[in-house]
């Protein structure tokens, strides 16, 4: 605890003996997205400039083994504080995430856990590099590891906030994932009907353990995203199927394993879509929360559980309404990832969603 910090007043010195780092707060970054990479297909990742180096003690690593492997690679920065354009290139580099997929989830991930004026968020808690925007009109950032707006109930390697480390690799949940590989596979390849199986029971734990238990339209949807993920992100190209060492190098060790090369085809947000169904449609899930008496109510009409609905519970309730209250560069910059999200809502026809929800939480 003490060397914790410790830790945290070295790295708020070293903030303060840099004049460039004052003066950008000052002045805020103007965000615009860089343009799409050119699809150069199924490539051996990592390539020769990006090295794996374990995180050092102040480096931020969080709930994602996507962006912390990209991050031990130097597809993100080292130091887990990155900006939207850091995501969307590093995504699209290291995974062949498609380009308005990779701006949608980098504008969700400023809006909801960063400090948009400064166009930086970190990848796991708090960080004195990434400081509350001016006026602490919205509290502490927190980065994607604080509990409530993206980081939720239900994961597959971590716990429920309500009950354990909601941010790091739990060994002792992923020894039970492979269990599923064992009796639903062939302890070998991880297939759909292991996370078919896997994602339910993590349902059923959750229900009968966290009387906090919130899982939402727009956590509901991650989660089964997030399956799907694992399912078309982390198989090595080479090999077509998943397997187990292949998903324990991603999952506990946070590094591409030897010889990997990523998927030819870029991954679209459709894509995410039906890969999500594929795993729900065997045990559906109706997306909800627990109230205070200790019932899962769920969602019914204040978020139907359809796309729009899962947009308007993200963009509108999961991003605080005070953002709207500013100007400046640090509006723009709001506008600017407001529209990020919603470059892939439209084609689906939902209606432009603004944030609604509460601020500091
Ligand atoms: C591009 C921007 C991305 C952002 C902002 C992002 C953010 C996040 C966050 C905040 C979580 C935690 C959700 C939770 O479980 O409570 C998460 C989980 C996850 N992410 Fe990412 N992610 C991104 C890309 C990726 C990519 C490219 C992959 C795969 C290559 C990936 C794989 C996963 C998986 C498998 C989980 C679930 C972990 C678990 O349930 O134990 N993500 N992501
Ligand atoms: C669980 O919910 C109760 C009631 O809303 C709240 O007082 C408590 O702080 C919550 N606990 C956690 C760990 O979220
Ligand atoms: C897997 O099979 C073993 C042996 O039948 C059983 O003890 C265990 O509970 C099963 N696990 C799962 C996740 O089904
Ligand atoms: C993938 O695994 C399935 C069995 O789960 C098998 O039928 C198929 O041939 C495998 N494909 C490759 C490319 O190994
Ligand atoms: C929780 O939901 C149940 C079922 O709808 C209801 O009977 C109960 O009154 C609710 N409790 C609270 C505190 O809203
Ligand atoms: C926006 O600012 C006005 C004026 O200061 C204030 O009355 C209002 O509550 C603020 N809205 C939000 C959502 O913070
Ligand atoms: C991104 O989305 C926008 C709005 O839906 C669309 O006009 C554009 O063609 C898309 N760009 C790419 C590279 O997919
Ligand atoms: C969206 O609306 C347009 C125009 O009405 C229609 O052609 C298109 O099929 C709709 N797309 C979806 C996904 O519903």
Known sequence: MHFRIALLLASVANAFAYPAYEAAWAEGQLITFPPPLPNTGSILIPDAAHPYMPPGPSDQRGPCPGLNTMANHGYLPRNGIVSAADIINGAQEAFNVDYNFSVALASFALLSRGNVLLDRVSLGLESPLVPPLPGNIDGTPGGLGKHGRFEGDVSMTREDFALGDNVHFQQDLYNNLLTYVANYSDGHI????????????????SYLRNPNLTFHVGRHGFGYGEAGFTLNFFPNAKEGNLTVPVMTSFFQHETFPQGWFRRATRFTFDGVINAADVVET????????????????????????????????????????????????????????????????????????????????
Not at 190 to 205: C, H, I, N, T
Not at 327 to 350: A, H, K
């Open 190 to 205: 991880v297939s759909e009907r292991v996370f078919q199986e896997y994602r339910f029971a993590r349902f059923v734990d």
């Open 282 to 361: 065997p045990h559906p899930v109706p997306a909800g929360a627990k109230n205070a008496s200790g019932v899962y109510v769920p969602d019914g009409e204040s978020y139907t559980d359809t796309i729009c609905g899962l947009y308007l519970n993200l963009a509108g309730e999961n991003v605080p309404a005070v953002l709207l209250n500013t100007t400046g560069m640090l509006r723009q910059n709001v506008d600017t990832l407001i529209r990020g999200v919603y470059n892939i809502f439209e084609p689906l026809n939902c209606t432009l969603v603004e944030p609604s929800g509460p601020a500091g939480v």
